[in-house]
């Protein structure tokens, strides 16, 4: 059974940091890149960072710098740190194991809420 679970999110003052995590299934992790990608109301889901299993980043120009992706292959778990957080940063964020660092794959966890107050 694949599964995506998320935590981390929550509510921070901008300027503030927050961690994202998702635990995957060991049938998906190891094997693939993973991603976070966010959705920020009436607006598409958008690629924030992906990693691939050689530790490789792709990241969006509007996070970087400020955004951190990484893996724990021994926890099958994908990380996203964020710092310097802005408003702009609020959405739903969204682990997904990508079929490659740039495209997303069928599976996804069910989401994380970040909320970035001015």
């Known amino acids: 059974q694949v599964q995506l679970v998320e935590s981390g999110g929550g509510l921070v003052q901008a300027g503030g940091s927050l961690g994202l995590s998702c635990a995957a299934s060991?049938?998906?992790?190891?094997?693939?890149?993973m991603g976070w990608y966010r959705q920020a109301p009436e607006k598409q889901r958008e690629l924030v960072a992906s990693i691939t299993s050689g530790g490789s980043t792709v990241y969006a120009e509007s996070v970087k710098g400020r955004f951190t992706i990484s893996r724990d292959n021994a926890k099958n778990t994908v990380y996203l740190q964020m710092n310097s957080l802005k408003p702009e940063d609020t959405a739903i964020y969204y682990c997904n194991a990508m079929l490659s660092a740039v495209t997303s794959g069928p599976y996804w966890g069910q989401g994380t809420r970040v909320t970035v107050s001015s």
């Open positions: 060991r049938s998906i992790f190891s094997s693939n890149a």
